[in-house]
């Protein structure tokens, strides 16, 4: 009797237990945001986005420009060149990011999110309203079908960050969680909540991973109306859209029409807004900034120009060494090459001394490790790598090499030629010679516009003072980008933009599996343990203080490996528009969003 009574409460505690669980989960509260570190600054309830206008007049239409041309509609897989308009304005995400925090996500298909503090998990609570253009309600099955087809069709950054997910269930047809248990990756639930949706009934699986120029049905503020190749597309406002009045979408989406008509290189593109042929322009050419603009329609008032402050990392430009091959995978002879860059004379006679030298892959933040000795968190992070990081760049003292600005500096070739010839490189005669095999040292840089061209230049003449001769190819965008997806180059010139709250994208960047990925953005072939580790502790930390160690370890160890030769970046943002266009005072903290722009009625 007692051992029976014994086992009857053992088994009632072990019910409770497990019932208590379930009331605990089921108890979970429904979050209307999710922010990486701390808390969303929206609380829920808001109105509106801190850099939006609700009371912006609707109506008339913007003109945008684009640079290239296009044979997709779909940016998110891997074959063909296409432009970001569908996932941006036709189909959307369960949440939206705000351009006013580091990265913090709200709700948009999905009105609330469930999610333990371990983020092991996350469920989505779908607001029931939610349709497609055609009118066919979104469900948990649209997500679950959008989830398999960019876990196994998307870019190499959705494959890699989905392909953490253990499990996932729908709930019911406005409900459905994803497991993340294993995965101790804090950044994914959010990356799950950004994930663009597609209607499950209209979209053929077969046929996704194809380059298609047909336009989707979404469940965005726009449909594609018109759609010529090369020449342009057009997206009109949705009379009909469900989320009208969503919070986070009042006073975005303000203009009837969005048209973007697309040019063939930099200088038609100025020509054509000289023209007055579009209305909006991020300039990012300090020449033309300097001198190009000196038009009637300037001079008149028909055209703004503006100069914005902007409070982003400047991220890393540079041109890139591809490590795969064998002349670059030496590091002494990528740091060699550093020397005979000089940015002096390149910002002073090519840019109007308006460009700062780029020192980081995080420049301009807090999150850059130059200027700033390693913390005692950073050291442990760093401690028994195997790519032991330079004194100098440990304690913060290290800066890219600086000339005299004579564009001839001697000092800068001796330093370039010690460090290769430890590598066993010789100069003979005016030729840089492998010492065992006599084989010159020749590559191509391969670049995809008039600027870019005309830097490559330089830096090749500048090579040429030690007998290196580098090629400057020039391609067509849909080769340039065929080619950089195979990874079939030399060196490019690339920007790596980051965000305050660098995340997945790293893997995509740096990561060993993305080395050898197809259109991953590891155009550098870096394949180390220690920058793996490095990307794991960011993605892993639980506070702002350790996110920032690990960011500021793996920018060091990037350095050590001069993976790139350092170019430059624009402190502020320039812009030149339309003086019929209208945008809101406040300027969030990634800087002007076009979304929230208007045209003035007449």
Request: aromatic fraction near 10%; include cysteine; hydrophobic fraction near 40%.
């Amino acid at each position: 009797m007692g051992r029976w009574l014994i086992s009857n409460l053992l088994f009632s505690a072990a019910l409770a237990i497990m019932t208590f669980g379930a009331s605990a989960l089921e108890a979970l509260p429904l979050r209307h945001g999710i922010a990486m570190h701390g808390e969303p600054a929206l609380t829920s309830g808001f109105e509106h986005l801190p850099y939006a206008n609700p009371q912006a007049p609707k109506g008339g239409r913007i003109t945008l420009a684009l640079q290239g041309t296009f044979d997709s509609l779909n940016p998110l897989i891997v074959l063909g060149v296409a432009p970001d308009v569908v996932p941006r304005y036709v189909l959307q995400p369960l949440m939206m990011r705000s351009a006013d925090e580091p990265f913090t996500i709200y709700g948009l298909l999905a009105r609330g999110v469930e999610m333990p503090e371990d983020r092991s998990f996350i469920t989505f609570h779908l607001d029931p309203r939610a349709r497609f253009s055609d009118g066919h309600p979104l469900t948990a099955e649209d997500v679950r079908f959008s989830f398999e087809m960019l876990k196994k069709n998307g870019k190499p950054f959705h494959r890699s960050s989905f392909g953490q997910v253990k499990a996932v269930e729908i709930l019911d047809p406005h409900r459905i969680r994803f497991d993340l248990s294993g995965s101790n990756d804090r950044e994914l639930p959010l990356l799950i909540g950004m994930m663009t949706i597609f209607p499950a009934h209209a979209t053929n699986p077969d046929t996704f991973d194809k380059t298609s120029l047909t336009p989707p049905i979404g469940s965005g503020p726009y449909a594609l109306t018109e759609v010529k190749p090369g020449e342009r597309v057009v997206l009109t406002r949705r009379k009909d859209y469900w989320g009208e009045d969503l919070p986070i979408t009042r006073g975005l989406y303000n203009c009837d029409e969005i048209r973007y008509d697309f040019y063939r290189d930099a200088n038609t593109l100025f020509e054509a807004f000289k023209a007055r042929l579009y209305d909006f322009r991020i300039e990012g050419d300090p020449g033309q900034w300097a001198t190009g603009y000196d038009i009637p329609a300037v001079r008149s008032g028909r055209v703004i120009r503006e100069t914005m402050a902007t409070r982003l990392p400047k991220g890393m430009n540079g041109f890139v060494f591809n490590t795969r091959k064998p002349l670059f995978s030496d590091v002494r002879v990528r740091e060699a090459l550093s020397h005979l860059f000089d940015f002096d004379w390149v910002n002073r006679n090519l840019f109007f001394g308006q460009l700062t030298r780029s020192n980081s892959y995080f420049s301009g933040s807090d999150l850059a490790s130059t200027g700033r000795p390693a913390d005692a968190r950073e050291r442990v992070l760093l401690a028994g790598s195997q790519s032991p990081i330079r004194d100098d760049i440990l304690e913060g003292r290290w800066e890219p090499p600086a000339s005299d600005g004579s564009g001839r500096d001697r000092d800068m070739a001796r330093k370039a030629l010690a460090l290769l010839a430890d590598a066993g490189w010789v100069l003979e005669g005016d030729i840089l010679r492998k010492k065992e095999t006599g084989e010159p040292f020749t590559f191509e840089m391969l670049v995809n516009s008039r600027s870019q061209e005309r830097l490559a230049l330089n830096f090749s003449q500048s090579l040429s003072r030690i007998g290196i001769q580098a090629r400057v190819r020039l391609v067509d965008d849909v080769q340039y980008w065929r080619r950089l997806a195979r990874f079939d180059f030399d060196m490019v010139q690339w920007l790596w933009p980051v965000s305050l709250s660098p995340g997945n994208e790293q893997r995509n960047r740096w990561g060993s599996a993305a080395a050898q990925r197809s259109g991953s953005h590891n155009h550098a072939g870096v394949a180390s343990p220690a920058i793996d580790r490095l990307i794991d502790a960011l993605l892993e930390a639980k506070s702002r203080e350790d996110f920032v160690s690990a960011v500021r370890a793996l920018d060091r160890t990037l350095l050590s490996g001069f993976y790139v030769v350092p170019l430059f970046y624009l402190k502020d943002q320039w812009l030149a528009y339309s003086s019929e266009l209208s945008k809101p005072e406040t300027v969030p903290l990634m800087g002007t969003n076009i979304d929230t722009w208007w045209r003035q009625p007449h």
